[in-house]
């Protein structure tokens, strides 16, 4: 069964704590993508990697970290610099920067 | 940079209306509008796309438009069906590259049986 897939479902956060959510794809696909998404705002691009072990930083990748050491893996790091980090977290993948992208079920970040 | 304006924020109509969410943009040299629909608990999924060398493209029940001059872009649904009920996202890219991508706030679209 091919596709993207994002754990966990639900996140919880302490105040000062990293947290890492993950993203794993078996379409063979070689840029992979993580967008934050906000009630009423539209998916913001946080970093992206057009192959394995090469990323750039996205629109709004401070207080945030990434690697991609496997092309079937592109975890994020959510660290304790990103003040406000109470989100909907989607991964994407596709075969290049100019396909088109497949988007993960999203994990939901929340702060106690 | 591309600033992308949708609207409504919501909408609901009767199954077998039809459906029309607009959508703005503010780089003229945008030249690829991808829209995705989003139901509850997934991701987003590209239901259909129009490039700027086309002004309508037509997939069944749903169409694009596109006015280039005026900057605006729109989907329609005809002969809703309760399945249509999601969140829908326009998008505008100035090069096709997903990394210059910049999404609308997204529709919420309620289609009563």
């Known amino acids: 069964d091919g596709g993207i897939t994002q754990s966990p479902k639900y996140l919880f956060r302490k105040e000062g704590q990293n947290v890492t959510l993950s993203c794993e794809q078996n379409l063979n696909h070689d840029a992979m993508y993580w967008y934050r998404q906000d009630p009423g705002q539209g998916l913001r691009l946080i970093y992206y990697?057009?192959?394995?072990?090469?990323?750039q930083k996205g629109d709004i990748a401070e207080g945030y970290s990434v690697s991609r050491e496997k092309k079937e893996s592109f975890p994020l790091t959510v660290t304790s610099a990103q003040k406000n980090p109470t989100a909907f977290y989607l991964c994407?993948?596709?075969?290049?920067?100019?396909?088109?992208?497949?988007f993960g079920p999203g994990t939901r970040l929340l702060v106690l | 940079g591309e600033n992308v304006e949708q609207h409504p924020s919501t909408l609901s109509v009767q199954e077998g209306d039809s459906a029309v969410i607009k959508c703005t943009y503010s780089?003229?040299?945008?030249?690829?509008f991808p829209w995705y629909k989003q139901e509850l608990g997934k991701g987003p999924q590209l239901i259909i796309d129009i490039r700027s060398n086309v002004g309508e493209k037509k997939d069944q029940r749903i169409a694009v438009t596109l006015n280039k001059t005026a900057k605006h872009f729109s989907l329609h649904i005809t002969e809703t069906q309760p399945e249509d009920s999601a969140v829908y996202f326009c998008a505008a890219s100035r090069k096709n590259n997903n990394n210059d991508m910049r999404f609308g706030a997204g529709t919420r679209l309620t289609v009563k049986p």
């Open positions: 780089d003229s040299a945008s030249n690829y």
């Open positions: 994407a993948s596709s075969l290049g920067l100019k396909e088109t992208q497949y």
């Open positions: 990697s057009q192959i394995v072990n090469d990323f």
